[in-house]
C-alpha cells in the first residue's frame, strides 16, 4: 500500500514569492492533516480537514496561509507572499477518520528554504 | 491549550543498552499517547500508542508506561541498535471531538546507538 505522498519534496524561494504543496493520503483515509516542523520542534497542526471540510484550522495563518482539499482526497497548502520564518517542514498526515484519535500516517515532508 | 515536555532532549547509548524517554503534559483530560520516530528525511513513523485505560503496554523491545495521575508517560527501548538512532518524539490528545482531538508534540528526542 502507497503511503502518503507529498511534492516536491524540496523547495527554495525568494521572500515574497507564492509556493504550493500538494499532498495525496492513503487511499481511503477520509482525514487529512498538514503540519508545520521548525528545526529541532515537534509537528505543530496547521489544519485538518474530514473529507472536504476544514475542521480545525484555528492554527493557520490565514493571512497568508491557505488550504484546500477538493472532492476529499488531494490536498494543497499555499503560502503567498511567503516570509522568512515560513523556512520549514511542512508535513502532511493521513488517517482513517474513526472515532476518537485513529493513527496518524506521516508523509516524507516538503522542506521549504525561504531566502 | 495542552503543553507536552519531553526529556531529554539527546540522548547516547551502547549498543544492547536500554533507553528511556520521559514525557509529561498538561491537559488532564488528555487521553490519548502515542510515539512517533523520526529519521532524517522522512516523516514521522508510529511506533507504539497508549491509552488511559491502560497503564503499560509493550510491542517487543519497546514499551510505553502511562502514569495518568502524575501526567507522564516513558518510552523504553530495550538491547537497542544502532537502527533505532533517530529522533523519537512523545504526543498527547483527547479523544474525539472537533478541535478537541489535536495532537500536540514533544520537541523531540535525539537518539544515539553507537556500535
Known amino acids: 500500500e502507497a503511503g502518503v505522498v507529498q511534492s516536491p519534496r524540496y523547495k527554495i524561494i525568494e521572500k515574497k514569492q507564492p509556493v504550493a504543496f500538494w499532498c495525496n493520503p492513503i487511499s481511503g483515509h477520509n482525514t487529512l492533516y498538514w503540519y508545520l516542523q521548525n528545526l529541532g520542534q515537534g509537528p505543530e497542526l496547521l489544519i485538518r480537514?474530514?473529507?472536504?471540510?476544514?475542521?480545525?484550522d484555528s492554527q493557520l495563518p490565514k493571512d497568508r496561509f491557505s488550504a484546500e482539499r477538493l472532492k476529499g482526497v488531494d490536498s494543497t497548502l499555499k503560502i503567498q507572499p511567503a516570509e522568512l520564518g515560513d523556512s520549514a517542514v511542512y508535513l502532511c498526515a493521513s488517517s482513517q477518520g474513526l472515532a476518537g484519535p485513529d493513527t496518524q500516517y506521516f508523509g516524507p515532508g516538503t522542506r521549504l528554504t525561504v531566502l | 491549550g495542552e503543553n507536552v515536555e519531553q526529556h531529554p532532549s539527546t540522548l547516547s547509548v551502547q549498543e544492547g543498552d536500554s533507553a528511556v524517554i520521559k514525557c509529561t503534559y498538561s491537559d488532564s483530560a488528555s487521553n490519548y499517547f502515542p510515539w512517533y520516530k523520526q529519521e532524517l528525511g522522512k516523516g514521522p513513523q508510529l511506533i507504539i500508542d497508549i491509552r488511559s485505560n491502560v497503564g503499560e503496554k509493550k510491542d517487543q523491545r519497546i514499551a510505553v508506561t502511562l502514569n495518568k495521575t502524575a501526567k507522564h508517560f516513558s518510552l523504553h527501548i530495550t538491547e537497542t541498535q544502532p537502527e533505532d538512532s533517530a529522533v523519537y518524539f512523545c504526543a498527547a490528545s483527547r479523544e474525539s471531538g472537533g478541535s478537541n482531538y489535536k495532537l500536540t508534540f514533544g520537541k523531540g528526542t535525539l537518539l544515539t546507538v553507537n556500535p
Open positions: 480537514y474530514e473529507n472536504e471540510e476544514a475542521v480545525d
